[in-house]
């Protein structure tokens, strides 16, 4: 197959149609590439604001001002939110290498509870937080911790109605794809959190 026929071919039509030398199973699927590009994305994205925390928290350093970075404590919620993203991303694993339908399903529903009640957690986080005195507008500090999980909420809420979906309609070759997702919402909720803990 030359460059301009491979430019020119419609990677959705069934390979089959385009080149029967090349079976289907050895291209991607549509869902697969579509997951791929989003992590990428999301994954610049929290590389970026991970970056301007640094360099936001370095210059206060350098800059000497006391009450201009001011960190915020870690209480024992946020460790517990951590443990239970931590089981719903182990409920999806299960539910990846489970064959049966039964317990992939049970696993799959027990992943998306678990996601739901990390979210919950996370709310309740941050009503403490701005019972502490911790506002959003308080300090620079603030700011970036509330930017930061509050787009890790918004792709945990994706992660939900990914999780609904694959659960309404019991579709089997999605479960890899959800549990690919939550292994990467607990990676970056892991960087969020040492975060904290570095500051």
Not at 37 to 52: C, D, K, P, R, T
Not at 115 to 144: D, K, M
Request: with cysteine; net charge positive.
């Amino acid at each position: 197959m030359t460059i301009l026929s491979r430019l020119a071919e419609k990677s959705w039509e069934p390979a089959s149609d385009r080149d029967p030398v090349v079976p289907s199973r050895s291209r991607p699927s549509a869902g697969s590439v579509g997951l791929a590009v989003y992590l990428a994305v999301a994954m610049v994205m929290f590389s970026l604001l991970g970056a301007a925390y640094f360099m936001r928290m370095g210059l206060h350093a350098s800059m000497g001002h006391a009450d201009d970075w001011i960190p915020m404590p870690d209480p024992p919620l946020l460790w517990i939110n951590s443990a239970i993203l931590v089981a719903s991303s182990v409920a999806w694993e299960i539910a990846r290498r489970s064959d049966a339908e039964g317990p992939w399903v049970r696993a799959s529903i027990a992943g998306t509870a678990l996601g739901l009640f990390f979210l919950v957690g996370q709310w309740i986080l941050w009503r403490q937080y701005q019972a502490g005195g911790y506002y959003l507008a308080s300090n620079p500090a603030n700011a970036f911790f509330y930017l930061l999980t509050a787009l890790h909420a918004i792709h945990i809420l994706v992660g939900l109605v990914a999780g609904a979906r694959v659960l309404a309609e019991r579709n089997r070759a999605h479960v890899r794809l959800c549990a690919i997702y939550w292994h990467f919402l607990l990676f970056i909720w892991i960087l969020i959190a040492a975060l904290l803990v570095s500051t």
